[in-house]
């Protein structure tokens, strides 16, 4: 693990609303996390959980519809919810970088890519255009793109999803931004391509020294790049810790449910093809159910998970479980 | 049959739009001057003070004042009277109903000819698509005031000669965007299984490509209104439009020209119903528009957008 | 095992519209694939994008009419069948697509979708009712779901449906395209539980598209291996996952969890080329770490290597050696776990 210890980004009992004709979405329920500088922390959670509101919350950029009902978010010191807005634009994009799902429609495709990253260095590097263009041959290469000249000549649509996602990795890094927030980079690109993206995030983190919030629905994409991790379900966090040590012995009844329902090629014909399915339904973020929101569909339901929310309790080293099956 | 569902499905659609449009102010603007409007031309004979005068029966209030008989406003005539001495208001009030019955009838005739042409162009491609879209692009070119000519030329003036020479004049850009809706809508999914599954293309037409491909007609129809409404007015008030005795506030405000140092109120009132009724469909138009786009991907009825909450995500303390 | 759907140099070519003096060009998106495919039994097609798997399943159904080469299903060549005829033979194959919001037509309910197939086989009003209520029952679908809209469902619910609408009319083969890469993981598992339950139950042939190995892995009997356009290797999954022949497959193998370590795992460098611009010879020679100078001249064959295990490659003693030959290509993978931890 490879952390210091020097805390950049802490999140405290936030609390998140969408107003929605249908009613309100109770989006981010009591959500808790902090980040060390140059530590990487991985939010899995299936749709519903909350993890892509958490990460544009974390740079105020939610649509008018949302309400804040309780919580803080502090990076480096500073409140993000109560900086006022010419505050929170030297932190977007510089400070705090993101690189999202879909690099198709992150990128513009009416300009070519020299024009978006020159752009970027610009205005968050305060250089020059022919000292931007140079450094932004510096980071095409920092993130392995063969002909970084070639693909600064080239509009978007020129270039493979891959290609794309690495253009806005580099984009992301420009700034030496303290964190970077990924919202499911890999999710639209092939596995082999994943794979590449994933080590390069992975070297990428040792060189330039910066923290990194990890956006996804798969565990096998955590446990490749991140050192830690944090479970997400219906707006809360169930279970956060070391990534090797949730992986061997996960304590969430969730956590091992998603765990067990992940899909694994066959070692033998005996082998039975049904998986380990979760039972009842995705939650319904229009009306949680009181207690802990996993309840009906926990194995392990009892009486005081119906009524009491858990709060979170150690049960090892780093490793923090949000449920009443375990002492507090 | 089968157009039955589609039709159906069509106007569950249509109903599925308009519920949630009400929040809108715009919406409800606009929808209570149509509203307005509408009901004065439905019941024109009921609402208009003099309806006899309405129609075009001869008049005549023998006016003290001016020795044309146009009277202004008084208490026997809430507007006035126009030149042949019938009550303004009444003539107004039937000269709306005018404006209406044409402006409803090219735009149904511009959506049903736009819709068959484009839809079939979009959805068939190939020879069809050129074929039908080449005869769109002769009518497209044709503008609607020298073809309206040419039929009065032919055929002498009338409520019919405007008719056709608006109707054969507007379906084209419907047929365009019929076009390029079904261009769209072929490639889905769910039309590429149907026709997986042996569904015949009549059938795909009618049920799958006309209920999807609606929603932007649906805009264009309601600001057509109005800018039919406007064209008929203007062709009207060149004389090639309806005519008397046919109450048509183009006329009206053709008549009113020469007059209007000294009858005022005699441009005046025409021009504002007509600008209401112009205004109230371009609003029905733009607020539908805000709402269907390709924001919801899929069918008007999927969850519209959100209302506007006073509260967005700005620093808390400010 | 009795061969259900027999695919026999199936090729589909799409034409790319050039100047008019010019020779024309061809997207060769399938070139010449053959396989088998078992009755009974689930057979899986991975691949990336870009290898035409998706394109292979459309002409398979003849949803894309294909270019050339033939489908032949239980002993009836379906690829050229007319009217009548089509139609009944359509009735055998249905198509479950990957998203499962736009495989249905937003403006119909529930009812419509799934009775739609039967509307088509002209089954009488009376009876489709039932069929289609039978078919949601089978998908674990209670019956107030008739009058529901796509917008009203959850992406699970959804693909249930375009489920039930695929075996409505009581097919006998289904291609899934994806059915499951749009739905979270619990769903996934629940899903891919429902069609395992299917197949036993109606005795289903299932030819299963995916770029997810882990799921192929699991569901599927059989694999075929596709690269831009052709078939690299086919084999019964337990003996592709144990010991893939094929570099490529290999490269696809090294990014799963607790791989076999029967192979030199390695990450692939670069970028798959066009499928416009394929490479000379093997398609796959320019990325390929155990290329040699045949490679770019002559295009392998498939080929038995062992038992049922097929495999189209010029060097299969060198990759079984574990001779690279180009290092640039060829970036290791730690054996076995292949740099990733297991979950228990």
Same mark, same amino acid.
């Given at each position: 693990?490879?952390?210091?210890?020097?805390?950049?980004?802490?999140?405290?009992?936030?609390?998140?609303?969408?107003?929605?004709?249908?009613?309100?979405?109770?989006?981010?329920?009591?959500?808790?996390?902090?980040?060390?500088?140059?530590?990487?922390?991985?939010?899995?959670?299936?749709?519903?959980?909350?993890?892509?509101?958490?990460?544009?919350?974390?740079?105020?950029?939610?649509?008018?519809?949302?309400?804040?009902?309780?919580?803080?978010?502090?990076?480096?010191?500073?409140?993000?919810?109560?900086?006022?807005?010419?505050?929170?634009?030297?932190?977007?994009?510089?400070?705090?970088?993101?690189?999202?799902?879909?690099?198709?429609?992150?990128?513009?495709?009416?300009?070519?890519?020299?024009?978006?990253?020159?752009?970027?260095?610009?205005?968050?590097?305060?250089?020059?255009?022919?000292?931007?263009?140079?450094?932004?041959?510096?980071?095409?290469?920092?993130?392995?793109?063969?002909?970084?000249?070639?693909?600064?000549?080239?509009?978007?649509?020129?270039?493979?999803?891959?290609?794309?996602?690495?253009?806005?990795?580099?984009?992301?890094?420009?700034?030496?931004?303290?964190?970077?927030?990924?919202?499911?980079?890999?999710?639209?690109?092939?596995?082999?391509?994943?794979?590449?993206?994933?080590?390069?995030?992975?070297?990428?983190?040792?060189?330039?020294?910066?923290?990194?919030?990890?956006?996804?629905?798969?565990?096998?994409?955590?446990?490749?790049?991140?050192?830690?991790?944090?479970?997400?379900?219906?707006?809360?966090?169930?279970?956060?810790?070391?990534?090797?040590?949730?992986?061997?012995?996960?304590?969430?009844?969730?956590?091992?449910?998603?765990?067990?329902?992940?899909?694994?090629?066959?070692?033998?014909?005996?082998?039975?093809?049904?998986?380990?399915?979760?039972?009842?339904?995705?939650?319904?973020?229009?009306?949680?159910?009181?207690?802990?929101?996993?309840?009906?569909?926990?194995?392990?339901?009892?009486?005081?998970?119906?009524?009491?929310?858990?709060?979170?309790?150690?049960?090892?080293?780093?490793?923090?479980?949000?449920?009443?099956?375990?002492?507090? | 049959?089968?157009?039955?569902?589609?039709?159906?499905?069509?106007?569950?659609?249509?109903?599925?739009?308009?519920?949630?449009?009400?929040?809108?102010?715009?919406?409800?603007?606009?929808?209570?001057?149509?509203?307005?409007?509408?009901?004065?031309?439905?019941?024109?004979?009921?609402?208009?003070?003099?309806?006899?005068?309405?129609?075009?029966?001869?008049?005549?209030?023998? +006016?003290?004042?001016?020795?044309?008989?146009? +009277?202004?406003?008084?208490?026997?005539? *809430?507007?006035?009277?126009?030149?042949?001495?019938?009550?303004?208001?009444?003539?107004?009030?039937?000269?709306?109903?005018?404006?209406?019955?044409?402006?409803?009838?090219?735009?149904?005739?511009?959506?049903?000819?736009?819709?068959?042409?484009?839809?079939?162009?979009?959805?068939?491609?190939?020879?069809?698509?050129?074929?039908?879209?080449?005869?769109?692009?002769?009518?497209?070119?044709?503008?609607?005031?020298?073809?309206? *000519?040419?039929?009065?030329?032919?055929?002498?003036?009338?409520?019919?000669?405007?008719?056709?020479? *608006?109707?054969?004049?507007?379906?084209?850009?419907?047929?365009?965007?019929?076009?390029?809706?079904?261009?769209?809508?072929?490639?889905?999914?769910?039309?590429?299984?149907?026709?997986?599954?042996?569904?015949?293309?009549?059938?795909?037409?009618?049920?799958?490509?006309?209920?999807?491909?609606?929603?932007?007609?649906?805009?264009?129809?309601?600001?057509?209104?109005?800018?039919?409404?406007?064209?008929?007015?203007?062709?009207?008030?060149?004389?090639?439009?309806?005519?008397?005795?046919?109450?048509?506030?183009?006329?009206?405000?053709?008549?009113?020209?020469?007059?209007?140092?000294?009858?005022?109120?005699?441009?005046?009132?025409?021009?504002?119903?007509?600008?209401?009724?112009?205004?109230?469909?371009?609003?029905?138009?733009?607020?539908?528009?805000?709402?269907?786009?390709?924001?919801?991907?899929?069918?008007?009825?999927?969850?519209?957008? *959100?209302?506007?909450?006073?509260?967005?995500?700005?620093?808390?303390?400010? | 095992?009795?061969?259900?759907?027999?695919?026999?140099?199936? =090729?589909?070519?799409?034409?790319?519209?050039?100047?008019?003096?010019?020779?024309?060009?061809?997207?060769?998106?399938?070139?010449?694939?053959?396989?088998?495919?078992?009755?009974?039994?689930?057979?899986?097609?991975?691949?990336?994008?870009?290898?035409?798997?998706?394109?292979?399943?459309?002409?398979?159904?003849?949803?894309?009419?294909?270019?050339?080469?033939?489908?032949?299903?239980?002993?009836?060549?379906?690829?050229?069948?007319?009217?009548?005829?089509?139609?009944?033979?359509?009735?055998?194959?249905?198509?479950?697509?990957?998203?499962?919001?736009?495989?249905?037509?937003?403006?119909?309910?529930?009812?419509?979708?799934?009775?739609?197939?039967?509307?088509?086989?002209?089954?009488?009003?009376?009876?489709?009712?039932?069929?289609?209520?039978?078919?949601?029952?089978?998908?674990?679908?209670?019956?107030?779901?008739?009058?529901?809209?796509?917008?009203?469902?959850?992406?699970?619910?959804?693909?249930?449906?375009?489920? =039930?609408?695929?075996?409505?009319?009581?097919?006998?083969?289904?291609?899934?395209?994806?059915?499951?890469?749009?739905?979270?993981?619990?769903?996934?598992?629940?899903?891919?539980?429902?069609?395992?339950?299917?197949?036993?139950?109606?005795?289903?042939?299932?030819?299963?598209?995916?770029?997810?190995?882990?799921?192929?892995?699991?569901?599927?009997?059989?694999?075929?291996?596709?690269?831009?356009?052709?078939?690299?290797?086919?084999?019964?999954?337990?003996?592709?996952?144990?010991?893939?022949?094929?570099?490529?497959?290999?490269?696809?193998?090294?990014?799963?969890?607790?791989?076999?370590?029967?192979?030199?795992?390695?990450?692939?460098?670069?970028?798959?080329?066009?499928?416009? &611009?394929?490479?000379?010879?093997?398609?796959?020679?320019?990325?390929?770490?155990?290329?040699?100078?045949?490679?770019?001249?002559?295009?392998?064959?498939?080929?038995?290597?062992?038992?049922?295990?097929?495999?189209?490659?010029? &060097?299969?003693?060198?990759?079984?050696?574990?001779?690279?030959?180009?290092?640039?290509?060829?970036?290791?993978?730690?054996?076995?776990?292949?740099?990733?931890?297991?979950?228990?």
């Amino acid at each position: 693990m490879s952390h210091d210890g020097t805390e950049l980004l802490r999140v405290t009992d936030l609390s998140l609303d969408y107003a929605s004709p249908q009613g309100i979405i109770h989006a981010l329920n009591g959500v808790n996390i902090t980040l060390n500088r140059s530590q990487l922390l991985g939010i899995v959670g299936e749709s519903g959980s909350g993890k892509s509101t958490l990460a544009y919350a974390l740079i105020r950029l939610l649509p008018r519809n949302a309400v804040v009902r309780s919580g803080e978010i502090l990076f480096d010191g500073k409140s993000i919810l109560d900086a006022p807005e010419k505050e929170l634009k030297d932190i977007r994009g510089k400070k705090i970088s993101m690189v999202f799902q879909d690099p198709m429609t992150s990128l513009n495709p009416l300009f070519k890519v020299r024009d978006q990253i020159v752009r970027v260095l610009e205005l968050h590097r305060q250089v020059d255009k022919k000292a931007a263009g140079r450094l932004a041959i510096d980071f095409l290469k920092a993130v392995e793109l063969p002909d970084p000249e070639q693909v600064l000549d080239s509009y978007p649509f020129q270039l493979s999803g891959g290609m794309q996602q690495r253009v806005m990795i580099a984009m992301a890094l420009s700034t030496q931004p303290d964190l970077i927030i990924a919202d499911e980079p890999t999710s639209a690109v092939d596995a082999t391509i994943q794979v590449q993206i994933l080590e390069l995030l992975s070297r990428l983190r040792h060189e330039h020294q910066f923290s990194m919030l990890f956006i996804t629905h798969s565990l096998e994409v955590v446990s490749a790049v991140c050192d830690s991790v944090a479970v997400m379900y219906a707006g809360s966090m169930v279970e956060t810790g070391n990534v090797s040590d949730i992986f061997s012995s996960p304590k969430h009844p969730y956590t091992q449910a998603l765990m067990a329902a992940i899909p694994r090629p066959r070692k033998s014909a005996e082998e039975a093809k049904r998986l380990k399915s979760i039972s009842g339904s995705p939650p319904d973020l229009l009306s949680l159910p009181p207690g802990c929101k996993f309840n009906p569909r926990c194995p392990y339901v009892f009486d005081r998970c119906r009524t009491e929310d858990p709060s979170f309790r150690k049960v090892g080293p780093g490793h923090e479980v949000a449920c009443h099956l375990y002492k507090e | 049959m089968k157009v039955q569902g589609a039709v159906g499905r069509t106007v569950g659609g249509f109903a599925r739009t308009l519920r949630p449009l009400f929040r809108e102010k715009m919406f409800v603007a606009g929808f209570i001057m149509v509203g307005a409007m509408v009901f004065i031309a439905v019941f024109a004979p009921w609402v208009s003070p003099y309806p006899a005068q309405g129609e075009g029966q001869t008049a005549v209030t023998t +006016c003290p004042q001016s020795a044309a008989g146009i +009277c202004p406003p008084s208490l026997a005539h *809430l507007f006035g009277t126009e030149q042949t001495g019938r009550d303004l208001m009444s003539r107004i009030f039937f000269g709306i109903r005018t404006s209406i019955e044409i402006s409803v009838l090219v735009v149904l005739l511009a959506t049903a000819i736009g819709l068959a042409v484009g839809l079939t162009a979009g959805y068939f491609g190939g020879v069809i698509d050129e074929a039908l879209m080449r005869v769109t692009d002769v009518f497209l070119s044709f503008p609607h005031l020298i073809l309206a *000519l040419v039929i009065v030329a032919v055929l002498g003036p009338g409520f019919t000669d405007v008719l056709y020479a *608006l109707g054969f004049t507007w379906w084209p850009s419907f047929a365009r965007l019929a076009r390029a809706q079904a261009l769209e809508i072929r490639n889905r999914p769910y039309v590429v299984i149907a026709k997986a599954s042996g569904v015949s293309n009549r059938s795909i037409l009618l049920r799958h490509i006309l209920p999807n491909a609606i929603s932007p007609l649906l805009v264009m129809i309601s600001v057509d209104l109005g800018a039919v409404v406007l064209a008929e007015a203007g062709l009207s008030f060149l004389g090639l439009g309806v005519r008397p005795p046919t109450a048509d506030l183009g006329v009206i405000i053709a008549e009113s020209a020469n007059q209007i140092t000294t009858a005022w109120w005699y441009a005046l009132f025409p021009g504002i119903f007509l600008v209401i009724l112009v205004l109230g469909f371009n609003l029905l138009g733009d607020s539908i528009r805000d709402r269907v786009d390709p924001r919801l991907r899929g069918f008007i009825g999927a969850p519209m957008g *959100l209302p506007s909450v006073k509260n967005p995500l700005a620093p808390r303390r400010k | 095992m009795t061969t259900l759907v027999s695919v026999e140099s199936l =090729a589909k070519y799409f034409p790319v519209s050039r100047l008019p003096l010019t020779k024309k060009q061809y997207i060769r998106a399938v070139d010449g694939v053959s396989f088998e495919i078992g009755a009974n039994t689930v057979f899986g097609l991975v691949g990336e994008s870009g290898s035409g798997k998706s394109t292979l399943g459309m002409s398979m159904l003849r949803i894309l009419e294909p270019t050339s080469g033939r489908v032949v299903m239980d002993g009836v060549d379906t690829t050229h069948l007319k009217g009548k005829e089509r139609a009944k033979w359509s009735s055998q194959m249905s198509y479950v697509y990957q998203n499962p919001v736009s495989s249905l037509d937003p403006a119909w309910t529930v009812e419509q979708s799934v009775s739609e197939p039967l509307a088509a086989a002209d089954v009488p009003s009376k009876e489709r009712r039932e069929r289609v209520l039978q078919a949601l029952d089978a998908v674990g679908l209670p019956q107030y779901f008739l009058g529901r809209y796509p917008h009203e469902l959850s992406g699970g619910q959804s693909q249930r449906v375009a489920i =039930a609408r695929a075996l409505v009319r009581r097919p006998r083969f289904i291609i899934l395209d994806e059915p499951t890469s749009a739905l979270d993981v619990s769903i996934q598992a629940q899903l891919l539980n429902l069609l395992m339950d299917l197949q036993a139950e109606f005795g289903l042939t299932y030819f299963y598209i995916s770029h997810d190995l882990s799921v192929v892995g699991r569901v599927c009997d059989r694999i075929a291996v596709m690269y831009l356009g052709k078939v690299v290797e086919v084999a019964d999954a337990l003996d592709l996952f144990a010991s893939p022949l094929h570099p490529y497959s290999q490269a696809l193998l090294s990014t799963t969890q607790g791989r076999s370590s029967s192979y030199l795992g390695f990450r692939l460098t670069g970028e798959p080329p066009s499928p416009r &611009n394929p490479p000379s010879g093997c398609r796959f020679n320019t990325r390929c770490p155990y290329a040699t100078s045949i490679c770019s001249k002559e295009e392998p064959k498939l080929t038995e290597a062992k038992g049922t295990h097929f495999v189209a490659c010029h &060097n299969l003693d060198l990759v079984a050696k574990g001779k690279v030959q180009v290092q640039g290509n060829f970036r290791p993978v730690e054996a076995a776990q292949g740099g990733q931890r297991e979950a228990n």
